[in-house]
């Protein structure tokens, strides 16, 4: 038996602590994503700019970038990061984010979560979705008072657009 | 060791031995990685000041949770609050997490008897990291359990795996309660057999825990990517419309407040005490708020209508069906954090000599091997045809 032979014998049984590549090679992500999260890279991955809603101001932006999430049965998942601005902060009761124009404020989408400054939102997106599909915020005031306004899905996120396209092929 | 050298014996020892011995180094560092977790809180009570909760004087009394929030408030102006924790120990500080206008989340550790911030929490959550590094590696969650996840709680059949194989090697296991053997003197291989041996027949009911719990995590998250789910966990309670205060405009919003949630809960059920509250994520939510009552294992849930102070919806031991009363105890048995310090430097000790076991397995087998791959060589006498390249 060669000497490598035996040395390969010997230390096959260490080939495991191998594994230890895997939380090495993972770390920078995960704590990517824990800055992600407490918000201190900003609002997201990429902010889509401030949306004028009536007298009130509020940052939209995509969480991540990259396309919709499938989670489970609830289909296909899009999560959107939101700031309200100024007099928002107290004005406003409740966000909402649609793919596609909502009929009341009953169907104005997914309820935006979390303190004013940074609420998310992961809004279904639907199955008849396209590339060309908008994308409305809904605000509602805490004295009923609503305003909306609209954005094309291709700027709103891109990749979420170029999923539906490519869906749609 | 081999004085019964019936066939059937020896196959199961090889089955021990090979149990183990392939992944060793993997096994070694979740056990590690494991044993540090439970006590990662205690670790960050040692490490830094900010976390310890220290009376101000020997007769001062804790703050209600509004005043705390208040007095955050004050120190970090437009912070909004999201969750508070009330660790159970009376030693540590309340953990706070709140937003500040800058659109950050910070936590921090906040005095119970003043409402002073001691501290906050760098950007490195140790507790959260040694937690992440044991459970899954690291690994992200898209839509599903971690890769890691599924890879170290598949630890948990080869760890059955050599508990079963082990007990049937040594039916006589119990016999060493009685009468412990740790011999010194006869050699490295002796000495980490006896100690291998010894230290598995105390951790016997450690390592079923362990290896049992986690063989649920594996199930888990099994039946979660295929749509099974054994709770029945009600939708998210949303409150109507017409439950939510509409305010002329200009006029401050409703403002929550949690001590009247948590004495609306105990008013229904007394024994309740808060661990964990969070704040409505929406101004169509609800205070929820987490704690444990008489059964230590089982965390109780109460959500209660900010406006109105009534209980919404209530979530107690007597609620759950035995199967979620089986699943939901396993969690809390795998990382020892129900019953007091003690229990956790108890999970610790068996921790560290699990990860012991693990290292001193492999031990015994490198230096059988060792010796047996000498043996080897050494009887090899026929010559080769052709000569080894020397190395």
Same mark, same amino acid.
Request: hydrophobic fraction near 45%; glycine fraction near 8%.
């Given at each position: 038996?060669?000497?490598?032979?035996?040395?390969?014998?010997?230390?096959?049984?260490?080939?495991?602590?191998?594994?230890?590549?895997?939380?090495?090679?993972?770390?920078?992500?995960?704590?990517?994503?824990?800055?992600?999260?407490?918000?201190?890279?900003?609002?997201?991955?990429?902010?889509?700019?401030?949306?004028?809603?009536?007298?009130?101001?509020?940052?939209?932006?995509?969480?991540?970038?990259?396309?919709?999430?499938?989670?489970?049965?609830?289909?296909?998942?899009?999560?959107?990061?939101?700031?309200?601005?100024?007099?928002?902060?107290?004005?406003?009761?409740?966000?909402?984010?649609?793919?596609?124009?909502?009929?009341?404020?009953?169907?104005?989408?997914?309820?935006?979560?979390?303190?004013?400054?940074?609420?998310?939102?992961?809004?279904?997106?639907?199955?008849?979705?396209?590339?060309?599909?908008?994308?409305?915020?809904?605000?509602?005031?805490?004295?009923?008072?609503?305003?909306?306004?609209?954005?094309?899905?291709?700027?709103?996120?891109?990749?979420?657009?170029?999923?539906?396209?490519?869906?749609?092929? | 060791?081999?004085?019964?050298?019936?066939?059937?014996?020896?196959?199961?020892?090889?089955?021990?031995?090979?149990?183990?011995?392939?992944?060793?180094?993997?096994?070694?560092?979740?056990?590690?990685?494991?044993?540090?977790?439970?006590?990662?809180?205690?670790?960050?009570?040692?490490?830094?000041?900010?976390?310890?909760?220290?009376?101000?004087?020997?007769?001062?009394?804790?703050?209600?949770?509004?005043?705390?929030?208040?007095?955050?408030?004050?120190?970090?102006?437009?912070?909004?609050?999201?969750?508070?924790?009330?660790?159970?120990?009376?030693?540590?500080?309340?953990?706070?997490?709140?937003?500040?206008?800058?659109?950050?989340?910070?936590?921090?550790?906040?005095?119970?008897?003043?409402?002073?911030?001691?501290?906050?929490?760098?950007?490195?959550?140790?507790?959260?990291?040694?937690?992440?590094?044991?459970?899954?590696?690291?690994?992200?969650?898209?839509?599903?359990?971690?890769?890691?996840?599924?890879?170290?709680?598949?630890?948990?059949?080869?760890?059955?795996?050599?508990?079963?194989?082990?007990?049937?090697?040594?039916?006589?296991?119990?016999?060493?309660?009685?009468?412990?053997?740790?011999?010194?003197?006869?050699?490295?291989?002796?000495?980490?057999?006896?100690?291998?041996?010894?230290?598995?027949?105390?951790?016997?009911?450690?390592?079923?825990?362990?290896?049992?719990?986690?063989?649920?995590?594996?199930?888990?998250?099994?039946?979660?990517?295929?749509?099974? &789910?054994?709770? @029945? +966990?009600?939708?998210?309670?949303?409150?109507?419309?017409?439950?939510? #205060?509409?305010? =002329?405009?200009? !006029?401050?919003?409703?403002?929550?407040?949690?001590?009247?949630?948590?004495?609306?809960?105990?008013?229904?059920?007394?024994?309740?005490?808060?661990?964990?509250?969070?704040?409505?994520?929406?101004?169509?939510?609800?205070?929820?708020?987490?704690?444990?009552?008489?059964?230590?294992?089982?965390?109780?849930?109460?959500?209660?209508?900010?406006?109105?102070?009534?209980?919404?919806?209530?979530?107690?031991?007597?609620?759950?069906?035995?199967?979620?009363?089986?699943?939901?105890?396993?969690?809390?048995?795998?990382?020892?954090?129900?019953?007091?310090?003690?229990?956790?430097?108890?999970?610790?000790?068996?921790?560290?000599?699990?990860?012991?076991?693990?290292?001193?397995?492999?031990?015994?087998?490198?230096?059988? &091997?060792?010796? @047996? +791959?000498?043996?080897?060589?050494?009887?090899?006498?026929?010559?080769? #045809?052709?000569? =080894?390249?020397? !190395?």
């Amino acid at each position: 038996m060669s000497a490598l032979a035996a040395r390969w014998r010997r230390w096959r049984f260490h080939l495991s602590a191998l594994a230890l590549i895997v939380p090495l090679g993972f770390a920078p992500g995960y704590f990517r994503q824990l800055s992600l999260e407490d918000g201190s890279v900003g609002l997201g991955e990429r902010t889509i700019g401030v949306q004028r809603l009536g007298r009130w101001k509020a940052t939209l932006a995509e969480f991540a970038v990259g396309p919709p999430v499938v989670e489970g049965p609830a289909g296909p998942i899009k999560t959107f990061s939101l700031a309200l601005e100024s007099v928002a902060v107290d004005d406003v009761k409740a966000a909402y984010l649609k793919i596609g124009r909502p009929r009341s404020i009953r169907s104005a989408g997914a309820l935006f979560e979390g303190a004013p400054y940074r609420q998310t939102a992961g809004v279904a997106v639907p199955a008849d979705a396209n590339g060309d599909s908008e994308v409305w915020l809904t605000l509602e005031g805490w004295d009923g008072s609503i305003e909306q306004a609209s954005l094309p899905l291709s700027e709103a996120s891109p990749s979420t657009a170029a999923w539906l396209a490519a869906r749609a092929k | 060791m081999a004085k019964n050298g019936s066939s059937s014996r020896r196959l199961w020892f090889v089955a021990h031995s090979w149990i183990g011995l392939p992944i060793w180094a993997f096994l070694f560092f979740v056990c590690l990685t494991g044993t540090i977790a439970t006590v990662s809180q205690e670790i960050m009570w040692l490490a830094d000041p900010a976390t310890r909760a220290n009376p101000p004087s020997d007769d001062a009394r804790p703050l209600g949770y509004d005043d705390v929030m208040a007095a955050v408030e004050q120190q970090r102006p437009g912070a909004r609050l999201r969750e508070l924790t009330q660790p159970v120990k009376p030693q540590f500080a309340l953990i706070v997490e709140a937003v500040t206008p800058d659109g950050e989340q910070q936590t921090y550790y906040v005095n119970p008897y003043d409402g002073t911030i001691q501290g906050e929490q760098s950007w490195f959550d140790f507790r959260q990291f040694i937690r992440a590094l044991h459970g899954w590696l690291l690994t992200p969650f898209n839509g599903g359990y971690a890769i890691g996840w599924y890879a170290v709680s598949a630890l948990s059949i080869p760890l059955m795996g050599s508990l079963v194989t082990g007990i049937v090697i040594h039916k006589k296991f119990w016999r060493l309660y009685r009468n412990p053997r740790l011999r010194i003197s006869k050699g490295a291989r002796v000495f980490w057999g006896d100690l291998h041996r010894l230290v598995a027949v105390w951790s016997l009911p450690f390592i079923a825990i362990i290896s049992v719990t986690a063989m649920w995590f594996l199930a888990e998250a099994i039946l979660y990517a295929n749509n099974v &789910t054994v709770a @029945a +966990t009600p939708p998210p309670a949303v409150l109507a419309r017409d439950a939510v #205060p509409t305010v =002329e405009r200009g !006029e401050a919003p409703p403002e929550v407040s949690i001590d009247a949630a948590i004495a609306a809960i105990k008013e229904k059920h007394p024994d309740f005490s808060p661990g964990f509250i969070k704040v409505p994520e929406t101004a169509y939510g609800h205070v929820t708020v987490y704690g444990r009552g008489a059964y230590p294992l089982i965390y109780e849930e109460a959500k209660v209508d900010p406006y109105s102070n009534e209980v919404a919806r209530s979530r107690m031991v007597s609620d759950r069906t035995a199967l979620e009363f089986v699943t939901e105890s396993m969690r809390p048995l795998h990382v020892g954090d129900f019953a007091g310090l003690w229990l956790k430097l108890v999970y610790f000790l068996f921790g560290l000599m699990l990860t012991g076991m693990v290292l001193s397995g492999m031990l015994i087998w490198m230096k059988r &091997t060792a010796s @047996a +791959t000498r043996a080897v060589i050494r009887d090899v006498t026929v010559p080769r #045809p052709f000569p =080894e390249p020397a !190395e």
